[in-house]
């Protein structure tokens, strides 16, 4: 099993949508966890952090499911310019280094 | 804009030269990673820089070295480049608090191997 894991889609959504991804993470022990969003050939831009059961930033929302080791980003009322790849990131326990998934491309259509 | 410069921004080497690439930290910040990202791939951890000394490494040989100079800047070097080098090259920058912390990336050298 990849320690961080993702659907890659692309999931193709219509503006005004909401969309959710899911990102599976198989150590336990982990205690923080990221999404950053990256365009394309662009670096990776730290979108939202959980350190807890979620967070919560203007139409974006991120939640956290410790019992079943998942991190999900939900986007709502999609914008076009929301359309990018987003990566879930799950540092690994006791290390500073990062673990990231293969990431889930958004395209959000007009 | 994240204040975490990297250079160059392409990179152009034949299989078997050797190359360096170079990452400013954002002013502030003490610990440099660096990442390798194949195409359609997510970033992957090569190593980090925590006050000048290699701290945590990932499944990367030993041809990929680095170092981390006074002021926190710091520099990625790789030997007898390979063809499945070719990929977005990434530093990021942070700094240390109790657990775990943010990371904040810079532009990225794009290197090329052929």
């Known amino acids: 099993r990849k320690e961080v894991e993702q659907d890659p889609g692309p999931f193709n959504v219509p503006e005004g949508a909401t969309v959710a991804f899911n990102c599976t993470y198989s150590?336990?022990?982990?205690?923080?966890f990221f999404w950053y969003r990256q365009d394309c050939r662009k670096e990776p831009k730290l979108l939202m952090s959980?350190?807890?059961s979620g967070n919560e930033d203007g139409r974006f929302t991120a939640q956290l499911n410790r019992a079943s080791q998942y991190i999900s980003l939900l986007i709502r009322d999609s914008k076009l310019s929301d359309s990018a790849t987003y990566l879930c990131?799950?540092?690994?326990?006791?290390?500073?280094?990062?673990?990231f998934g293969t990431g889930t491309r958004l395209k959000v259509l007009a | 804009e994240t204040g975490v410069t990297q250079s160059p921004t392409h990179l152009i080497k034949t299989r078997g030269q050797q190359v360096t690439l170079r990452c400013s930290s954002q002013?502030?910040?003490?610990?440099v990673s660096w990442y390798q990202q194949a195409l359609g791939q997510g970033p992957q951890f090569i190593f980090q820089?925590?006050?000048?000394?290699?701290?945590g490494r990932g499944n990367f040989p030993p041809r990929f070295s680095g170092l981390q100079f006074p002021n926190y800047s710091s520099e990625l070097n790789v030997n007898a480049l390979e063809l499945d080098d070719s990929a977005l090259y990434l530093c990021?920058?942070?700094?240390?608090?109790?657990?775990?912390?943010?990371?904040?990336f810079g532009p990225g050298t794009r290197l090329t191997v052929t």
């Open positions: 959980v350190y807890s």
């Open positions: 002013s502030g910040h003490n610990t």
């Open positions: 150590n336990s022990a982990s205690q923080s």
């Open positions: 990021a920058s942070s700094t240390r608090t109790s657990g775990t912390y943010e990371q904040y």
């Open positions: 990131v799950v540092p690994s326990p006791g290390t500073y280094k990062y673990i």
């Open positions: 820089y925590y006050r000048e000394e290699e701290n």
